[in-house]
């Protein structure tokens, strides 16, 4: 849902611009957050420096990333143009967008999940031609306020290690410190389907069996969403998928697995990214533009080869994520990937020109995960306790929390 906020005017003397940040109006205001969203990308280019870039297309949805969250606001930074009737033209110059939601912190005597109410802050972006100017500190000074009205204990962030102006900007002037460090792996979409080995079995969980044999496993997990149901039967989400040894007697009773599991078994789900935004890599080099398109080329002409393809990402492409990657046994990194074998095929009818999760750094199935580390990121998450006191005396300040082997990255915000 999406609450009303009071605007805020301040003002930066150094550079005498009057800076105001209000809540996004999606009648007016698109045509201009979707300018600042080109600029800002522009920017990341290299300013016409020949650097690749990653384009992100919301498919006309500035709220795309953040409208499947139980609680979410959009904020925008406008200044005075001077332009327009009687001179009261203004133009949005930042924006910043964040939701809410209560998310496992921790467990009580190791299995009770700890739930808290945690905000998360995204899409945070200033006009080149804005920053070193406050802006991006007034948006989100402007935006935890809204988090602290809405009962959030902490807010976290995520970006890119090597993005330093990013961490400068939330490690040195919001606040924020250094939280966890994910990895994001991308695997492209090739034209061929891969095979899936007659050693493993897959079946497709309902929602209901799912949101149970989740809430089971992820327990302990940081981050699991106390609204995992709400995900699970999203439209975007396109099944949840359980993976055991062929010959594994199953009769549909997650309850019966849960209580007997095998010795090895694997889950995850796939979400539907490419129906809410799309990518597209630009300033490629021509010759890498050639190389990838005969590999797509010769993989069309003699698909029994199996040949590695590189997609079309100079284009407008989507992606399926993968979320929820659990699992246990020592054959649990294999039979997760036959089911990331099975999500690329899924991508593959569907369109798609990637498939991406986000693990852990110690995440234990990590190994079944086929990806290019080139196409992939590693993550910084930065946190920040909002909260005067403790919710949860047994946990405490959960900044200061060792980081556990897993971690549950909700597909909505991703």
């Not at 384009?55 to 200044?79: H, K, Q």
């Not at 050639?290 to 284009?315: E, H, K, Q, Y």
């Not at 199935?365 to 930065?382: F, K, M, N, Q, S």
Request: charged content about 25%.
């Amino acid at each position: 849902m999406v609450v009303a906020v009071a605007a805020v005017v301040e003002e930066e003397a150094a550079a005498a611009v009057e800076v105001r940040v209000r809540e996004y109006n999606g009648g007016r205001d698109r045509g201009g957050v979707e300018e600042v969203e080109r600029e800002c990308e522009v920017g990341s280019s290299g300013g016409g420096s020949g650097k690749m870039c990653l384009f992100t297309d919301l498919l006309g949805d500035p709220l795309c990333r953040i409208r499947n969250s139980p609680a979410y606001l959009m904020l925008v930074a406008e200044t005075a143009t001077g332009t327009g009737t009687g001179g009261g033209g203004t133009r949005i110059i930042g924006l910043v967008r964040g939701c809410v939601k209560s998310v496992v912190s921790g467990s009580s005597h190791g299995k009770d999940p700890i739930y808290t109410k945690v905000a998360y802050i995204l899409g945070l972006r200033v006009s080149p031609t804005h920053r070193r100017k406050g802006v991006g500190k007034k948006l989100v000074e402007r935006m935890e306020e809204w988090f602290r009205q809405k009962g959030a204990e902490y807010s976290y962030m995520a970006t890119e290690q090597d993005n330093e102006a990013s961490v400068r900007l939330f490690t040195g002037r919001c606040g924020y410190a250094k939280f966890r460090t994910p990895s994001v792996l991308v695997h492209p979409v090739f034209r061929h389907a891969l095979g899936l080995s007659r050693r493993v079995s897959i079946v497709k969980l309902e929602p209901r069996d799912a949101e149970r044999l989740y809430r089971w496993h992820f327990a302990a997990v940081e981050f699991f969403p106390d609204d995992i149901d709400a995900a699970l039967s999203n439209a975007l989400s396109l099944g949840t998928f359980i993976a055991v040894p062929a010959g594994t007697r199953w009769d549909g009773d997650v309850k019966a697995f849960i209580a007997s599991p095998p010795a090895s078994w694997a889950v995850l789900s796939v979400w539907n990214c490419m129906d809410a935004f799309r990518l597209e890599v630009r300033g490629a080099p021509r010759v890498m533009r050639a190389a990838a398109g005969a590999t797509r080329m010769v993989d069309r002409a003699a698909p029994w080869l199996g040949i590695p393809s590189i997609p079309n990402l100079f284009a407008p492409f989507g992606l399926y994520f993968l979320y929820g990657l659990g699992g246990a046994g020592p054959g649990a990194p294999r039979l997760v990937r036959a089911l990331c074998r099975h999500a690329h095929n899924m991508a593959r009818r569907g369109g798609c020109g990637v498939v991406a999760t986000e693990v852990a750094a110690c995440e234990p199935v990590r190994a079944g995960v086929p990806h290019w580390a080139r196409l992939g990121a590693e993550d910084l998450w930065c946190m920040k306790r909002l909260a005067d006191g403790y919710t949860h005396g047994t946990l405490g300040d959960w900044t200061k929390a060792p980081p556990g082997r897993s971690i549950f990255v909700d597909p909505r915000e991703f």
